[in-house]
Structure formats: C-alpha cells, structure tokens
C-alpha cells in the first residue's frame, strides 16, 4: 500500500486501526533535533481520541515509543541521524463492533474500493489502514518537525474555519500573525478566533450527534516565517508538497490556497498583490496569493484551507449491498464514531504542514 511521502524525507506510516501497534519510519531529518517531549505529548493529546461528545469515545493515550532512530530521557527526545522507528500501541479496540461488516461495504468509505484492489482478505475493522487512526504516527513526525521549524523562526496553527456551514472569523490573509496564534492556543480544546461562531459551531455537532448524523467543515491553516524562494515551478511547488500530504489525511476532499476558488470570480486588478517595500525588504499589500507565486514561497504568510467531508460512519440506517449475495441490504453500523472528524483534526493538519514544511526546507 503507498502509505510513503517525501523528497527529503522519506516518511512510511504502517498498522490498522485494530492492530496491536501502528508506527512510522522516517529517515532525512536531521541530526542533533532535540524535541520537548511533554510539549510532544501535549500536541499529541489535541489528536487523541475520546476526550469530548464532540469525538469517539475510543479512548487512546497515544503515547509514542521510539524504537529507533531517538534517545528519549523522558524529558527530551533527541534524534541521532538514524532512521526514526515510532510506534503507538492500540488499547482499545472492538473489532466485535464490525463483525456484520465484513462483505457489506459502509458508504463512503474504503471498504468497497479496497475489496476490489485487495481482496476479501482485506482488514477493515475500525477502517483498517484507511483509517483515520493513522493520522497518529504522522503527529508523531509532526510534532516533531513544528519544535524544529520554531527554532527556524517559522510558526503554524489552524483553526476551524467552518463546521457545517456556521463561519468562524477567517485568517487576514495578509496580517495574519503570532498574536492570531495565541487566541487559538488559549482555546486548544476549540481553537477558534471568534467564540461566538464557536458556541455555534458545538452546537451543530451536538444536533448532528443526538439526530445519529454527522457534520463536515473546513480548516484553515497558516505557516508563518517562511523565506521566499522554497519550492519549484509546476510539479514540486508549495502547493504541490503541503497538498501531497493533506490529501493524506482521510475525508479531505478538496484544499485551496490564499483566496482560493474565490479568485475566479475577480477580475486581475482586483486578484494581483501589489508589491511595497519599507526600504528594506519587499512584500505584498495583500496576499490574495496565499504566501505562493509560481509554485515558490513569496515571504509572506502561506495560508491554506482544506475541505473535510462528513464522518460517513453513521447510526442513521442507510442502503448497501451484500457482496457476497448481491442483493440489497440495510445497514446499521455500530462502534464509536466522530460526529464531526474536524474536531481531532486539527493538529493533523498542523503536522502535515509542518512535514511539508520541513522537506522543503531540506531541498536547499
């Protein structure tokens, strides 16, 4: 299964959501990275399940072991320049919750697609390696790689830009700063910028939740203290790198950067970012182009948004097909599931960000 991504680095994420352990492989970061590990751990936690209404109630302390590649005190984890080997152990499974899903493929999810590539063979219990659970180890290079670009100078945060269609306050795609950063980091167990549009916001999944539904949304994600001049023109942009992994990340469905899908609308002399200088650098008064010209970083903030469908898995009965006799079935689906998946998501897309980010740097 293509579960790698990288030019510098070279990341490989492995396991099933019912396995006993999943884990990542990384080689390419550098030598001598010595990481905070409660601040690790912290960033970690944001991602864990079971810590609200607003997310499953599988519970998992998602606490990384690294077998290789770090020398871990239990302060501090310091990479050695060998490959990183980390592994999370699962602790909570219930595969019994899947046991009537085993030719009847849940819709929209992988499980139909994945019988056809695979076989009947295929694990799909809790998702199995399509599962979001996966996102894990990937925060665990992450986490790793946002303490090692903040000793670079470079900053990245996001928040809910919008959960079912209610708005929060967007990033000023020109303006926006650490002080935007810290409102949301006050507010990590909802990180917004305008707490009205995020009582609105909890108060859409819990009708989602109650009615046995589910809720989609977008993120929005800035990087802030990027040097122009990262990235290549057409096939290994910025773009091309940051949208490589979110689409990793399961039930992305679509990502824009600056104004996005937005400038299609406007005319050129309202899309362009005029150039202006303070007699010692140069910058752009806005940044409809979100932080991007021609596929390279311009110096200015690179802001983008990815579009995240509704959790799929849901208790509303719903129509599929038994594969195996080829007639129509109702199906109920059991288990734990997220009401809304954009709620954990948050620092996924953070550390995909920051992987990006990373490699990119290691190109000069």
């Known amino acids: ?47 864990a399940p079971g810590r609200s209404l607003m997310s499953t109630q599988r519970k998992e302390p998602d606490r990384p072991e690294f077998l290789s590649g770090a020398v871990d005190d239990g302060e501090k984890i310091t990479l050695d320049g ?52 996966l996102t894990a180890p990937m925060c665990i290079v992450g986490g790793i790689c946002l303490q090692y670009l903040r000793s670079r100078g470079i900053e990245i945060a996001a928040h809910f830009y919008s959960i079912g269609g ?22 990590s167990d909802f990180p917004v910028l305008s707490e ?35 990235g290549e023109h057409m096939f290994d942009g910025v773009e091309n790198r940051i949208s490589g992994i979110v689409f990793g990340i399961p039930a992305v469905k679509g990502i824009e950067f600056g104004n996005g899908f937005e400038c299609s609308t406007l005319h050129g002399s309202q899309n362009n970012d005029p150039f202006v200088t303070d007699g010692e650098k140069i910058f752009t ?50 288990g734990r599931h997220d009401p809304c998946v954009v709620v954990r998501a948050l620092p996924v897309f953070e550390a995909a960000a920051a992987i990006a980010l990373t490699d990119l740097l290691l190109d000069n």
């Open 1 to 47: 299964m293509a579960t790698t991504y990288g030019k510098n680095l070279k990341l490989s994420i492995y396991g099933g959501s019912h396995d006993e352990c999943i884990g990542v492989t990384v080689s390419g970061l550098p030598s001598g990275i010595t990481v905070d590990r409660a601040e690790l751990l912290r960033f970690m936690e944001r991602r």
């Open 196 to 230: 009205d549009a995020g009582k609105l916001m909890r108060e859409k999944i819990e009708e989602a939740r109650t009615s046995l539904d589910s809720v989609g949304g977008v993120v929005e994600c800035a990087i802030l203290g990027v040097p122009a001049g990262l």
């Open 166 to 187: 209610i708005k929060d306050k967007p990033f000023d795609l020109a303006k926006v700063s650490t002080a935007d950063f810290e409102i949301l980091r006050s507010r």
């Open 285 to 334: 008064s806005t940044n409809n182009a979100g932080g991007i010209l021609g596929g390279m970083s311009s110096g200015m903030p690179i802001v983008f948004r990815a579009a995240m469908k509704p959790t799929p898995s849901i208790y509303l009965e719903q129509d599929s097909v038994d594969m195996v006799s080829m007639k129509p079935v109702k199906l109920s689906i059991k």
């Open 82 to 133: 060998g490959e990183l080997h980390a592994i999370i152990r699962n602790t909570s499974q219930r595969s019994a919750d899947y046991s009537n899903l085993e030719f009847i493929p849940r819709p929209s999810h992988a499980d139909f697609a994945a019988r056809m590539k695979y076989g009947e063979n295929v694990d799909l219990r809790g998702g199995g390696h399509f599962s979001g659970r």
